[in-house]
Protein backbone atom coordinates (compact mmCIF):
# COMPACT_ATOMS: atom_id res chain seq x y z
CA UNK A 1 0.00 0.00 0.00
CA UNK A 2 1.12 3.73 -0.14
CA UNK A 3 2.42 5.79 2.47
CA UNK A 4 3.46 9.62 2.21
CA UNK A 5 6.14 10.81 5.11
CA UNK A 6 6.67 14.41 5.89
CA UNK A 7 9.49 15.68 7.71
CA UNK A 8 9.64 17.58 10.65
CA UNK A 9 6.34 16.76 11.97
CA UNK A 10 6.82 20.61 14.15
CA UNK A 11 9.59 23.16 14.02
CA UNK A 12 10.58 26.65 15.07
CA UNK A 13 12.51 28.84 13.10
CA UNK A 14 14.25 32.57 13.44
CA UNK A 15 13.67 35.17 10.97
CA UNK A 16 15.94 34.63 8.41
CA UNK A 17 17.17 31.46 9.06
CA UNK A 18 16.71 28.45 5.86
CA UNK A 19 13.97 26.24 5.92
CA UNK A 20 13.79 22.29 4.41
CA UNK A 21 11.10 20.20 4.75
CA UNK A 22 10.61 16.90 3.52
CA UNK A 23 8.39 14.71 2.14
CA UNK A 24 8.52 10.91 0.65
CA UNK A 25 5.83 8.89 -1.27
CA UNK A 26 6.06 4.91 -0.89
CA UNK A 27 4.51 2.16 -2.74
CA UNK A 28 3.61 4.01 -6.07
CA UNK A 29 5.63 5.52 -9.02
CA UNK A 30 5.70 8.87 -10.99
CA UNK A 31 3.33 10.24 -8.33
CA UNK A 32 1.99 13.65 -8.44
CA UNK A 33 3.01 15.75 -5.45
CA UNK A 34 2.08 18.77 -4.10
CA UNK A 35 2.77 21.31 -1.42
CA UNK A 36 -0.14 23.15 0.41
CA UNK A 37 -0.14 25.75 3.39
CA UNK A 38 -2.97 26.11 5.89
CA UNK A 39 -2.14 29.42 7.77
CA UNK A 40 -4.69 30.17 10.95
CA UNK A 41 -7.36 31.56 10.00
CA UNK A 42 -6.99 31.02 6.25
CA UNK A 43 -7.96 27.90 3.94
CA UNK A 44 -5.68 25.63 2.26
CA UNK A 45 -2.93 27.74 -0.36
CA UNK A 46 -1.84 25.11 -3.06
CA UNK A 47 1.98 26.19 -3.40
CA UNK A 48 3.60 24.31 -5.78
CA UNK A 49 3.05 20.91 -7.63
CA UNK A 50 5.35 18.00 -9.83
CA UNK A 51 4.67 16.11 -12.32
CA UNK A 52 7.93 14.63 -12.22
CA UNK A 53 11.49 14.85 -11.51
CA UNK A 54 12.90 18.32 -11.99
CA UNK A 55 9.52 19.66 -13.04
CA UNK A 56 8.02 21.97 -10.21
CA UNK A 57 5.27 24.17 -10.96
CA UNK A 58 4.53 27.54 -8.47
CA UNK A 59 1.19 28.52 -8.08
CA UNK A 60 2.21 31.63 -5.22
CA UNK A 61 5.09 33.91 -5.65
CA UNK A 62 6.60 34.05 -2.80
CA UNK A 63 9.61 33.45 -0.39
CA UNK A 64 9.22 29.80 -0.97
CA UNK A 65 11.12 27.37 -3.41
CA UNK A 66 10.66 23.37 -3.86
CA UNK A 67 12.42 20.51 -5.75
CA UNK A 68 11.72 17.54 -6.70
CA UNK A 69 15.83 14.97 -6.55
CA UNK A 70 14.09 11.88 -6.38
CA UNK A 71 10.97 10.40 -8.16
CA UNK A 72 9.16 10.21 -4.82
CA UNK A 73 10.85 13.23 -2.94
CA UNK A 74 9.69 16.59 -3.06
CA UNK A 75 11.72 18.91 -0.70
CA UNK A 76 10.05 22.75 0.10
CA UNK A 77 12.80 25.17 0.85
CA UNK A 78 13.36 28.68 1.97
CA UNK A 79 16.56 30.97 1.96
CA UNK A 80 16.00 33.30 4.60
CA UNK A 81 12.41 32.61 6.53
CA UNK A 82 9.70 35.76 7.15
CA UNK A 83 7.46 35.81 9.91
CA UNK A 84 4.58 35.39 7.34
CA UNK A 85 5.81 32.01 6.37
CA UNK A 86 4.51 30.39 9.27
CA UNK A 87 1.65 28.00 9.05
CA UNK A 88 0.89 23.97 8.38
CA UNK A 89 2.50 22.64 5.55
CA UNK A 90 1.25 19.62 3.95
CA UNK A 91 2.62 17.74 1.47
CA UNK A 92 0.13 15.46 -1.02
CA UNK A 93 0.56 13.10 -3.79
CA UNK A 94 -1.93 11.65 -6.48
CA UNK A 95 -1.82 8.64 -9.41
CA UNK A 96 0.10 10.55 -12.17
CA UNK A 97 -2.47 11.33 -15.30
CA UNK A 98 -5.22 10.27 -13.63
CA UNK A 99 -7.71 13.08 -12.19
CA UNK A 100 -8.50 11.19 -9.15
CA UNK A 101 -7.73 11.15 -5.25
CA UNK A 102 -4.74 13.30 -3.62
CA UNK A 103 -3.24 11.72 -0.43
CA UNK A 104 -1.85 14.09 2.39
CA UNK A 105 0.68 13.56 4.86
CA UNK A 106 0.64 14.51 8.59
CA UNK A 107 1.65 17.85 8.20
CA UNK A 108 4.75 19.77 9.37
CA UNK A 109 4.01 23.24 11.63
CA UNK A 110 6.14 25.88 11.11
CA UNK A 111 6.30 28.53 13.62
CA UNK A 112 9.05 31.42 12.47
CA UNK A 113 10.00 34.06 15.38
CA UNK B 1 -12.03 32.13 -11.15
CA UNK B 2 -13.54 29.02 -9.16
CA UNK B 3 -14.57 29.90 -5.44
CA UNK B 4 -15.32 26.89 -2.91
CA UNK B 5 -18.06 27.84 0.13
CA UNK B 6 -19.01 25.74 3.15
CA UNK B 7 -22.18 26.47 5.12
CA UNK B 8 -22.29 25.89 8.41
CA UNK B 9 -18.64 27.16 9.35
CA UNK B 10 -19.48 25.20 12.32
CA UNK B 11 -22.14 22.59 13.57
CA UNK B 12 -22.67 20.80 17.12
CA UNK B 13 -25.27 18.16 17.18
CA UNK B 14 -26.07 15.24 20.16
CA UNK B 15 -24.87 11.62 19.68
CA UNK B 16 -27.30 9.99 17.15
CA UNK B 17 -28.16 12.80 15.00
CA UNK B 18 -27.88 12.91 11.11
CA UNK B 19 -25.30 15.34 9.88
CA UNK B 20 -25.57 17.15 6.75
CA UNK B 21 -22.60 19.64 5.45
CA UNK B 22 -23.01 21.42 2.19
CA UNK B 23 -20.57 22.90 -0.11
CA UNK B 24 -20.60 24.77 -3.37
CA UNK B 25 -18.76 26.05 -5.95
CA UNK B 26 -18.95 28.71 -8.58
CA UNK B 27 -17.64 27.04 -11.73
CA UNK B 28 -19.69 23.55 -13.15
CA UNK B 29 -16.22 22.78 -14.45
CA UNK B 30 -14.70 20.43 -12.33
CA UNK B 31 -12.92 17.05 -12.35
CA UNK B 32 -14.19 15.95 -9.40
CA UNK B 33 -15.00 16.62 -5.45
CA UNK B 34 -13.26 15.39 -2.67
CA UNK B 35 -14.19 15.50 0.35
CA UNK B 36 -12.04 15.18 3.69
CA UNK B 37 -11.72 15.27 7.47
CA UNK B 38 -8.88 16.73 8.88
CA UNK B 39 -8.51 16.42 13.20
CA UNK B 40 -6.56 18.95 15.24
CA UNK B 41 -3.29 19.23 14.24
CA UNK B 42 -3.19 16.99 11.86
CA UNK B 43 -3.31 15.88 8.12
CA UNK B 44 -6.26 15.17 5.76
CA UNK B 45 -7.81 12.04 5.61
CA UNK B 46 -9.89 11.99 2.59
CA UNK B 47 -13.42 10.12 2.58
CA UNK B 48 -14.78 10.50 -0.38
CA UNK B 49 -14.12 11.23 -4.43
CA UNK B 50 -16.80 11.70 -6.31
CA UNK B 51 -16.16 12.08 -10.58
CA UNK B 52 -17.99 14.78 -12.16
CA UNK B 53 -19.92 12.43 -14.03
CA UNK B 54 -21.13 10.70 -10.61
CA UNK B 55 -23.77 12.09 -8.99
CA UNK B 56 -23.07 10.22 -5.46
CA UNK B 57 -20.68 7.61 -3.90
CA UNK B 58 -20.86 5.77 -0.77
CA UNK B 59 -18.98 4.55 2.51
CA UNK B 60 -20.28 3.16 5.55
CA UNK B 61 -21.91 5.97 7.40
CA UNK B 62 -21.39 8.89 4.91
CA UNK B 63 -22.86 9.59 1.97
CA UNK B 64 -22.00 12.27 -1.04
CA UNK B 65 -23.82 13.38 -3.29
CA UNK B 66 -23.22 15.77 -6.56
CA UNK B 67 -24.67 18.33 -8.87
CA UNK B 68 -22.58 19.59 -11.11
CA UNK B 69 -24.91 22.06 -12.89
CA UNK B 70 -25.86 23.58 -9.87
CA UNK B 71 -22.31 24.13 -8.33
CA UNK B 72 -23.32 21.65 -4.90
CA UNK B 73 -22.24 18.88 -2.93
CA UNK B 74 -23.55 17.51 0.60
CA UNK B 75 -21.57 15.16 2.92
CA UNK B 76 -24.56 13.11 4.99
CA UNK B 77 -23.12 11.25 7.80
CA UNK B 78 -25.69 8.93 9.52
CA UNK B 79 -26.37 8.31 13.08
CA UNK B 80 -23.12 10.89 14.19
CA UNK B 81 -20.75 9.58 16.82
CA UNK B 82 -18.32 11.71 19.16
CA UNK B 83 -15.51 10.34 16.89
CA UNK B 84 -16.98 12.36 13.92
CA UNK B 85 -15.94 15.42 15.81
CA UNK B 86 -13.33 17.29 13.17
CA UNK B 87 -13.37 19.94 10.57
CA UNK B 88 -14.32 18.44 7.03
CA UNK B 89 -13.52 20.08 4.01
CA UNK B 90 -14.51 19.91 0.54
CA UNK B 91 -12.78 20.45 -2.51
CA UNK B 92 -12.53 20.78 -6.47
CA UNK B 93 -10.20 19.57 -8.97
CA UNK B 94 -9.66 22.38 -11.42
CA UNK B 95 -7.74 20.88 -13.98
CA UNK B 96 -5.78 17.60 -15.10
CA UNK B 97 -2.98 18.34 -12.91
CA UNK B 98 -5.44 17.49 -9.95
CA UNK B 99 -4.76 20.54 -9.09
CA UNK B 100 -7.33 21.26 -5.40
CA UNK B 101 -9.32 24.10 -4.86
CA UNK B 102 -10.93 24.02 -1.26
CA UNK B 103 -13.14 25.43 0.89
CA UNK B 104 -12.82 26.66 4.39
CA UNK B 105 -13.95 23.76 6.00
CA UNK B 106 -17.35 23.18 8.74
CA UNK B 107 -16.09 22.34 12.24
CA UNK B 108 -18.45 19.66 13.61
CA UNK B 109 -18.49 18.94 17.20
CA UNK B 110 -20.61 15.87 18.26
CA UNK B 111 -21.81 15.81 22.09
CA UNK B 112 -21.83 12.68 23.82
Known amino acids: SQTIHQWPATLVQPVGSPLSLECTVE??????LYWYRQAAGRGLQLLFY??????ISSEVPQNLSASRPQDRQFILSSKKLLLSDSGFYLC????????????FGEGSRLTVL | KQEVTQIPAALSVPEGENLVLNCSFT??????LQWFRQDPGKGLTSLLL?????REQTSGRLNASLDKSSGRSTLYIAASQPGDSATYLC???????????FGAGTQVVVTP
Open chain 1, 92 to 103: AWSVSQVTGELF
Open chain 1, 27 to 32: GTSNPN
Open chain 1, 50 to 55: SVGIGQ
Open chain 2, 27 to 32: DSAIYN
Open chain 2, 50 to 54: IQSSQ
Open chain 2, 91 to 101: AVTTDSWGKLQ
